[in-house]
């Protein structure tokens, strides 16, 4: 299966711990984050990677190169900025998907690395879109994800309102989807945020009746949204709890 990975932003916060390097260059050892989440993929089964790049794609396409290294073979979209947000970036991938199903990450997310095993064959064992789902306390900084006994997807909404959420599954960011969401991106409008979110697909996928399925996922999550959280990978990589 192809993977598309999202490695456009900047990382704000994480502007302390290196100014000017983009957040998927933010070193876990001797690699950096995107480095762990393609060798992570490799491992399981991925062997095409479409990267969408942004601020300083230059530094990632330098330092990922074609892939070769970590047994991919990686190919590089630049998103228009001017069209800000996950949904925009998805979009870019449609002629790298070419009509077949995709795992999906961020490039700044974690997981233990099996975890793209389990999506794709969760998604082959029904061929429905499977987003990959964590528990968390409040899911206010991601997505609450709303499903039924049978794992259902019944509604997703982005960055709640913190205390406001009925449920605690958080979208992971990591999903397989089928060519199918570039339907439901194509006439994205902006959301209050001004962005183009890829949730918002998910939601018209699920008003339109389809079946999207979650998968909860098994050992680790962890983003690397600011220096702290990048201070809680690198110790968990000291301790070879990544998987790799």
Known sequence: MKAVVLAAGKGTRLATVDPGLPKVLHRIGERPCIEYILAGMAKYGIDRVLLVIGYRGDLIQEAIGCGSHLGLAVEYAEQDMSRYGTGAA???????????????????????????????????????PTIGVNWTEDPKDGAAVYVDDENRVLDIIEKPEPGTSATHWNQAGVSVFTAGIFDYLRDLKPSARGEYELTHAVQRMLAAGERVLAYPLEGYWQDIGSPEDLARVQAMAERGMLGL
């Open 90 to 128: 998805v979009q870019m991938a449609e002629p790298f998907a070419g009509g077949e199903p995709f795992l999906f990450s961020f490039g700044d997310i974690l997981v233990y690395p099996r975890n793209y095993k389990y999506l794709c064959d969760a998604y082959g064992s029904t061929g429905c």
